[in-house]
């Protein structure tokens, strides 16, 4: 009995270490586990915060990001409603240029249209001048070198006519000669209508003596002037409204009065043609 007791017991207990040890081995095994799950727990939990933060960040970022592309997207609406705006100030401003350098193209071709007619003007005047010159030549041939010249220069036509063939001194009544060489002129004139008639009277600087109603050399240049024009008239083709008497007195010499011989060629009549500048001022009137 003691014998199987102390077996028992030995075989029991045996058994209990063998399971202790089984146990301790399981229970190392159980803690190391623990551990290496410790371990992981951690390296999970350390990735989790780590990933956490960066999904923080990331948020945020991303919440920033949304934020600026909103901004970047009302900016850009509001550049392009700007850019539209620009776009559109500048297109009126190119059309209201445009309509201006149409403008502008149809004015110059109308001024150059205008010049135009206007060279054209100048140049039928030039060659009715240049006519009426060679006109006048042959009528008043016979009186030249008689104290009547024609000449042109400055655009008109000068007939210059001294006082002794025309007037005694001091007086203002037109001698023979002169009146037949008026009458010749008034012959060119009558057929030249258009043609601007100004007839001056020069003296010299000499006093005049009082005489009746005759006061100064001013009065006698009108005179003589006005003259000329009462032969010129007695023409009726010719248009008294194209005829203009001057009286110039002493004041526009052609020569020195010094002298006999200059005192004689200041004493004259001058007979000067102008083209009419009619159709140039209505020409000109339209371009206003």
């Given at each position: 009995?003691?014998?199987?007791?102390?077996?028992?017991?030995?075989?029991?207990?045996?058994?209990?270490?063998?399971?202790?040890?089984?146990?301790?081995?399981?229970?190392?095994?159980?803690?190391?586990?623990?551990?290496?799950?410790?371990?992981?727990?951690?390296?999970?939990?350390?990735?989790?915060?780590?990933?956490?933060?960066?999904?923080?960040?990331?948020?945020?970022?991303?919440?920033?990001?949304?934020?600026?592309?909103?901004?970047?997207?009302?900016?850009?609406?509001?550049?392009?409603?700007?850019?539209?705006?620009?776009?559109?100030?500048?297109?009126?401003?190119?059309?209201?240029?445009?309509?201006?350098?149409?403008?502008?193209?149809?004015?110059?071709?109308?001024?150059?249209?205008?010049?135009?007619?206007?060279?054209?003007?100048?140049?039928?005047?030039?060659?009715?001048?240049?006519?009426?010159?060679?006109?006048?030549?042959?009528?008043?041939?016979?009186?030249?070198?008689?104290?009547?010249?024609?000449?042109?220069?400055?655009?008109?036509?000068?007939?210059?006519?001294?006082?002794?063939?025309?007037?005694?001194?001091?007086?203002?009544?037109?001698?023979?000669?002169?009146?037949?060489?008026?009458?010749?002129?008034?012959m060119v004139l009558m057929k030249n209508p258009e043609i601007?008639?100004?007839?001056?009277?020069?003296?010299?600087?000499?006093?005049?003596?009082?005489?009746?109603?005759?006061?100064?050399?001013?009065?006698?240049?009108?005179?003589?002037?006005?003259?000329?024009?009462?032969?010129?008239?007695?023409?009726?083709?010719?248009?008294?409204?194209?005829?203009?008497?001057?009286?110039?007195?002493?004041?526009?010499?052609?020569?020195?009065?010094?002298?006999?011989?200059?005192?004689?060629?200041?004493?004259?009549?001058?007979?000067?043609?102008?083209?009419?500048?009619?159709?140039?001022?209505?020409?000109?009137?339209?371009?206003?």
């Amino acid at each position: 009995m003691l014998y199987f007791s102390s077996c028992v017991s030995t075989k029991v207990f045996n058994d209990l270490e063998s399971r202790y040890s089984e146990m301790k081995i399981q229970r190392y095994k159980l803690q190391n586990s623990q551990d290496s799950l410790q371990q992981s727990w951690d390296r999970l939990n350390n990735n989790w915060n780590k990933t956490k933060s960066y999904l923080n960040r990331s948020r945020d970022s991303v919440i920033l990001g949304l934020g600026e592309i909103k901004i970047l997207k009302e900016e850009f609406a509001l550049l392009m409603e700007n850019s539209n705006f620009k776009i559109q100030k500048s297109i009126a401003k190119n059309n209201s240029l445009l309509r201006e350098i149409a403008l502008k193209e149809t004015e110059l071709y109308s001024r150059s249209e205008r010049v135009n007619q206007l060279e054209k003007i100048i140049d039928d005047q030039k060659q009715a001048l240049n006519n009426l010159k060679e006109q006048l030549s042959d009528a008043l041939l016979n009186f030249e070198g008689k104290g009547l010249t024609v000449e042109q220069r400055n655009g008109k036509v000068y007939i210059s006519m001294d006082n002794k063939l025309l007037f005694k001194s001091g007086r203002w009544n037109v001698e023979s000669q002169g009146k037949k060489a008026i009458q010749q002129l008034s012959m060119v004139l009558m057929k030249n209508p258009e043609i601007s008639i100004l007839i001056e009277g020069h003296t010299d600087n000499v006093p005049f003596t009082s005489r009746g109603a005759m006061k100064s050399n001013w009065d006698l240049s009108t005179k003589r002037a006005t003259a000329v024009v009462e032969i010129l008239l007695e023409n009726d083709q010719i248009l008294p409204q194209n005829i203009t008497a001057a009286g110039r007195s002493e004041y526009f010499p052609i020569a020195p009065n010094s002298s006999v011989d200059g005192r004689a060629a200041n004493r004259r009549i001058e007979v000067i043609l102008s083209p009419s500048l009619d159709k140039i001022t209505a020409l000109l009137e339209t371009n206003n």
